[in-house]
């Protein structure tokens, strides 16, 4: 049982090249969420998915696209990567229960854009 | 708008000792979440604090929740070298149809010997 994972590890794009991010948990979680955590800012929530083949925005979606095309698996776009999107990306997915739903989060994507 | 903030954000304190971090939020919510994050790694859960009056113990760490003052504390007792890392406090902004987390900044704690 891995849990969530995240591809890549660490990435380093230019100014204006995309990329895609991808996550992947195996406890058949409905919920699926992306962050970016930034020094000083805690984690910020970009888009989340309830289910599969659903998506929806976040507290700072802009510059990011998002599908789930499969239950299992969340993936992050960048279209046009910018400076400001230099940050660490964290995946997490969640099981709602009886009103407990802790999140469970990947090991992070690290983004350099230059 | 929800928002969540945490203090003090950075902590220095020494081995043996007591101390609290606590975790304010704007709107009504009962459903408060304490993680830890140590450096360059991944958040891992620490507690689930779900209505008014919960207290949550593992080891040194005691969480607690008052919903009518939007207050959550995370108590340390008699802290060891191993608990140094950042802890975030996050709340549920019970949204209909999902769960929502809005994370505070963050508390780095350092203990030191």
């Known amino acids: 049982n891995a849990g969530v994972t995240q591809t890549p590890k660490f990435r380093v794009l230019k100014t204006g090249q995309s990329m895609t991010l991808l996550c992947a948990q195996d406890m058949n979680h409905e919920y699926m969420y992306w962050y970016r955590q930034d020094p000083g800012m805690g984690l910020r929530l970009i888009h989340y998915s309830v289910g599969e083949g659903t998506t929806a925005k976040g507290e700072v979606p802009d510059g990011y696209n998002v599908s789930r095309l499969k239950k299992q698996n969340f993936l992050l776009g960048l279209e046009s990567a910018a400076p400001s999107q230099t940050s660490v990306y964290f995946c997490?997915?969640?099981?709602?229960?009886?009103?407990?739903?802790?999140?469970?989060f990947g090991p992070g994507t690290r983004l350099l854009v230059l | 708008e929800l928002k969540v903030e945490q203090n003090p954000l950075f902590l220095s304190m020494q081995e043996g000792k007591n101390y609290t971090i606590y975790c304010n939020y704007s709107?009504?919510?009962?459903?408060l979440y304490w993680y830890r994050q140590d450096p360059g790694k991944s958040l891992e859960s620490l507690f689930v604090?779900?209505?008014?009056?919960a207290v949550k113990q593992e080891g040194r760490l005691m969480a607690s929740l008052d919903t009518k003052a939007r207050l959550s504390t995370l108590h340390i007792t008699a802290a060891v070298h191993d608990l140094s890392a950042t802890y975030f406090c996050a709340v549920d902004s019970l949204e209909e149809g999902a769960q929502k987390l809005v994370f505070g900044q963050g508390t780095r704690l350092t203990i030191n010997p």
């Open positions: 997490a997915s969640s099981l709602l229960a009886g009103g407990l739903a802790t999140q469970y």
């Open positions: 604090l779900l209505s008014n009056g």
């Open positions: 709107t009504t919510s009962d459903r």
